[in-house]
């Protein structure tokens, strides 16, 4: 944890240098890195303050993720459900095939005890995550570094068919929203590694 935690300074600065990021950016990249590391307090921080500036911000990798379904999820893994919610609801309606935003609204909801809809968001977000990576695999330059051992989408699909309660559900898909979250940056370096990955091109 500690090597991650000082990979943030050097990617600010990378990106800065080279890209010319905008402060909405380095919030996003700072908050993400807050999440990443068990942070969520510090990444409201990060994450509010870009969100206010430009609230239909996403990232501009292959998948791209919003500041609000970002900001959505520090609350929620901080135990703010009202402002999860409000959050959430907002970048379900500003982007309806943000993967995360769905399913951690759903995560919100089940814990706000409404089962049912909580339950359809979850499994419309744990849907989006498996279709996709099935969607980038079909890259045949690139998409073979995504999920390449298909670890997330069999987890993905166990969690949808094995008939969990919520609270089984729940943990299953707080995992898997972190892991896929995870994989973006792991298939961007390994991308970059091969001399450059396709960042804010096609994909989703």
Same mark, same amino acid.
């Given at each position: ?27 996003? #990249?700072? +908050? &993400?890195?807050?999440?990443?590391? %068990? $942070?969520?307090?510090? =990444?409201?921080?990060? !994450?509010? @303050? /870009? ?18 379904? #970002?900001? +959505? &999820?520090?609350?929620?893994?901080? %135990? $703010?459900?009202?402002? =999860?919610?409000?959050? !959430?609801? @907002? /970048? ?20 706000? +005890? ?91």
């Amino acid at each position: 944890m500690k090597v991650t935690k000082l990979i943030a300074p050097t990617c600010l600065s990378a990106l800065i240098y080279l890209s010319g990021c905008s402060g909405v950016a380095i919030d996003v #990249l700072a +908050g &993400r890195n807050a999440l990443q590391t %068990g $942070r969520p307090n510090d =990444a409201i921080g990060y !994450l509010k @303050r /870009a969100a206010d500036l430009q609230p239909n911000y996403q990232t501009p990798y292959r998948v791209r993720v919003g500041v609000l379904s #970002l900001l +959505g &999820r520090a609350y929620y893994e901080s %135990g $703010r459900d009202d402002e =999860a919610r409000q959050a !959430l609801e @907002r /970048a379900v309606s500003l982007d309806r095939d943000d993967p995360l935003a769905h399913l951690y609204l759903g995560l919100t909801l089940l814990r706000k +005890g409404d089962g049912e809809r909580g339950r359809n968001e979850v499994e419309t977000g744990l849907k989006a995550i498996g279709d996709t990576l099935d969607y980038i695999n079909m890259d045949r330059v690139y998409g073979f570094y995504w999920d390449p051992g298909m670890n997330i989408r069999s987890a993905v699909k166990h969690a949808l068919a094995a008939k969990l309660d919520n609270s089984q559900l729940a943990t299953a898909a707080a995992q898997l929203g972190a892991e896929f979250d995870e994989e973006i940056d792991r298939a961007r370096r390994d991308e970059g590694r091969r001399g450059g990955g396709s960042d804010g091109g096609g994909g989703n």
